[in-house]
């Protein structure tokens, strides 16, 4: 099992920056490949980005590509999630998840093995 916990979301103003982290426990996640999802008020939760287990591979969704920067620390079992160039329609609880199976593309939620709680996002105009 391993169990996920996001961190570092917070309020942002349009044009800003925030960087998210997801610290695992329970067993390495270094043969995993990790995501992020998020879910903004009223609308259905959405894939955001994925990156493969060596840290070589990279998917993201179209609304983020150029903003937002997915990434890997192995030995620290932490991935990131560094957002720029922050938009009020980015406001949105983030969710990090991880999974042994599914190739790099766009995933679903109910896909993927591990999930977080989540961790808010506001940004502000």
């Known amino acids: 099992q391993v169990q996920l916990v996001e961190s570092g979301g917070g309020l942002a103003q349009a044009g800003g920056s925030l960087r998210l982290s997801c610290a695992a426990s329970?067993?390495?996640?270094?043969?995993?490949?990790l995501g992020w999802f998020r879910q903004a008020p009223g609308k259905e939760r959405e894939f955001v980005a994925a990156?493969?287990?060596?840290?070589?591979?990279?998917y993201y969704t179209d609304s983020v590509k150029g903003r937002f920067t997915i990434s890997r620390d192995d030995p620290k079992n932490t991935m990131y999630l560094q957002m720029t160039r922050l938009k009020p329609e980015d406001t949105a609880v983030y969710y990090c998840?991880?999974?042994?199976?599914?190739?790099?593309?766009?995933?679903?939620?109910?896909?993927?093995?591990?999930r977080g709680q989540g961790t808010q996002v506001t940004v502000s105009s």
């Open positions: 329970g067993r390495t996640f270094r043969n995993l490949a």
């Open positions: 990156i493969n287990w060596s840290g070589g591979s990279i």
């Open positions: 998840v991880a999974d042994g199976r599914l190739p790099l593309r766009r995933w679903e939620w109910t896909e993927c093995d591990y």
